[in-house]
């Protein structure tokens, strides 16, 4: 393979997918055959982080270059002068008569922050002049690689920037996938009966309307992503989506419901069967990247095919995390009929015993503590309970008092019950209790600028294995998937920093029931025991949502991480609330900071996630899990280089 052979990134998100094929070097040579040409996503926040990300990528691997003050300053809240510079423009793009690609230095002073923000600039090239050059060229990479642009409405511009960024001489490899809301199944589930996004034409007996599959315009996204594929044939494409893609149906000719997953493994095969002006003769064979299945056209082969054999699961490849995702390997059908026969497209999975676990993923984080937004209480007559939001100098004392009170009750609820498995229960959460307001000692957030390495989970969560019930074992050694693991978190540097890594506030007695909830999750489970508790468990420990219509579906929701195995599936709803992401150390009582979801997903610890801390939380959720992706990297350069 020819060394940059070009990506193009779509769909991009904050660049799970982009990171893993770009960071890709063989046999650890720091030779990088994939760059990424441009990346293009609409959403303002992911759009910064990509950006961002594509600044750093310019000097992380040129390795005579040192990562620019001007960078650490920004992400340390030191000066924001580098998120000023490469901010967005609606302009940035609009006159490019002149400009064809990142390398033409041609009316260069169009999209300069030297043209659009002249004081910052003046005011970064003097504090930074000794990096300046390669500063200047890093910021133009990242301008004309990540594009805030729509799939759909931005249709010209955006097939117009790909044109001029990438080498029609030079293979290119198109990756991403279309947003997954419409095909989720939970989505599905909670949208039925309604509308979301889009229009429909069907009512029910009162008049409403109701969502359909077929009229959410997210389910035809796919075309978009063909569209590129038909006008810009890469060699190779790589499409990611949920797993509820394979049984999401639409409507057909005859108003059949029909497997909407067969026409996009149609379409994919042969984009002309979908793009009019498509090349008839242009086909690609269709590969699993989990067994040795592929899909080579003809609607009896697609008919027999398996939806399922598609199925990544990211906890069999090194991930610390139970994800589902369809992943689609397409290769040009005439490099298809060249590759060997010992060519194989599947990933090797690491035995079961060697699959890494949240321990792995985050034992070695600080420890912090929660923060207390709000306080519930009942007044006499109240059948709902009472929510006041709490100042933020009044947390210290509440902590103390109030907190201390409701606590002290759980305790003595869970001590007079007679179950054992209460008193197991009982037993960790009083240990955890005892020292709760040690807390008070520890910041909301961790600073890897002006904090020193505290506490970690690991040493905290130590203190329970006094008791023989917990789960709790010593980390496993010489685990390779744990050692590659820590070794991409960190990129094989010593000192490596730990960004977004702070606390959310709860309700008070949301964190009575995170420290119950962990402190089950301890305990190692016997025959048909459960690793969250039951509705009648935290009604016994006076933990029951009152007021509450549906108890049962509020108990539910609560779930904590458990420290020895894969994480659940992390997605976008961990940025509502954190109770289905609740940390397993009863000491800390808080829900995962956005560094610990992009922990389980595999995310470097120098990744910076721009925006508010929602915004976060749903752009680390929405990815793939780069370590994922740099495996899948793996089986793309051998397509190149058997």
């Known amino acids: 393979m020819n060394l940059n052979t070009q990506i193009i990134d779509v769909f991009a998100g904050p660049g799970g997918l982009g990171e893993g094929f770009s960071a890709y070097n063989i046999e650890q040579n720091k030779k990088y055959p994939f760059q990424i040409k441009i990346s293009v996503e609409m959403e303002e926040n992911a759009h910064k982080t990509l950006r961002l990300r594509a600044f750093l990528r310019y000097f992380n691997q040129n390795p005579k270059l040192e990562t620019p003050q001007i960078y650490v300053d920004y992400i340390s809240g030191k000066n924001k002068l580098l998120g000023k510079l490469l901010e967005f423009r609606s302009f940035d793009f609009d006159d490019r008569k002149h400009i064809k690609t990142e390398n033409d230095t041609r009316e260069w002073d169009l999209l300069s922050p030297e043209f659009y923000c002249p004081k910052e600039y003046d005011k970064a090239k003097k504090l930074y002049s000794e990096q300046w050059g390669e500063i200047e060229k890093a910021i133009k990479r990242a301008m004309f690689e990540a594009r805030r642009m729509t799939l759909g409405p931005d249709e010209k511009d ?25 095909f989720s199944m939970a989505g599905r589930s909670r949208r039925k009966g309604h509308v979301t996004n889009n229009v429909s034409s069907d009512t029910d007996e009162n008049g409403k309307a109701i969502w359909d599959q077929d009229s959410d315009g997210r389910t035809w996204l796919y075309k978009e992503y063909i569209k590129i ?214 910041s909301k957030k961790f600073n890897s600028f002006t904090d020193k390495q505290t506490e970690t989970t690991n040493t905290s969560i130590e203190k329970f294995t006094k008791f023989d019930f917990t789960r709790l074992e010593k980390e496993t050694e010489n685990n390779q998937s744990v050692i590659e693991l820590k070794k991409w978190y960190t990129g094989g540097e010593e000192k490596t920093w730990i960004l977004n890594h702070e606390a959310r506030s709860h309700m008070d007695t949301d964190l009575c029931r995170y420290i119950y909830s962990s402190s089950y999750s301890l305990i190692k489970p016997q025959g048909e025991e459960r690793d969250y508790p039951r509705l009648q468990e935290l009604e016994e420990a006076g933990l029951d949502p009152k007021g509450h219509k549906n108890k049962k579906s509020f108990v539910d929701r609560f779930r904590t991480q458990i420290w020895n195995q894969p994480s659940t599936t992390v997605t976008s709803h961990i940025a509502k609330d954190g109770h289905y992401y609740i940390h397993p150390d009863p000491s800390q009582m808080r829900s995962l900071t956005v560094r610990e979801a992009a922990r389980l997903q595999t995310f470097p610890d120098n990744y910076f996630f721009e925006g508010p801390r929602t915004a976060q939380f749903i752009q680390v959720g929405n990815a793939v899990p780069p370590l994922l992706a740099n495996k899948i990297a793996g089986v793309v350069n051998n397509i190149f280089n058997p």
């Open 229 to 442: 594929i038909s006008e810009f044939q890469p060699e190779v494409f790589v499409m990611e989506n949920v797993k509820g893609m394979l049984t999401a149906k639409v409507k057909d000719a005859e108003g059949n419901k029909v497997d909407i997953w067969r026409w996009i493994f149609a379409d994919l095969n042969k984009p002309a069967n979908v793009i009019n002006t498509a090349d008839p003769n242009l086909e690609y064979d269709i590969y699993s990247l989990a067994c040795d299945i592929n899909f080579k056209g003809g609607s009896d082969e697609l008919q027999a095919l398996n939806g399922n054999s598609f199925v990544l699961h990211a906890k069999n490849y090194g991930i610390p995390q139970a994800r589902e995702r369809v992943i689609l390997l397409g290769i040009k059908k005439d490099i298809s009929e060249k590759l060997s026969r010992e060519f194989r497209s599947f990933l090797v999975p690491v035995q079961p015993e060697k699959q890494t676990t949240v321990q792995d993923a985050i034992g070695d984080l600080p420890v912090l503590r929660a923060g207390v937004g709000t306080t519930e209480h009942f007044s006499v007559d109240d059948e709902i309970p009472v929510r006041t939001k709490l100042k933020q100098a009044e947390e210290t004392d509440f902590w103390r008092s109030t907190l201390n009170d409701k606590l002290t009750n759980t305790v003595t609820h869970l001590a007079e019950s007679l179950d054992e498995h209460q008193q197991k229960v009982w037993s960790i959460l009083n240990r955890a209790f005892s020292g709760h307001e040690k807390l008070l000692k520890l």
């Open 158 to 182: 955006i097939h117009k920037a790909i044109a001029e960024q990438i080498d029609p001489n030079v293979p290119s490899i198109l990756i991403g996938g279309p947003p997954c809301q419409a």
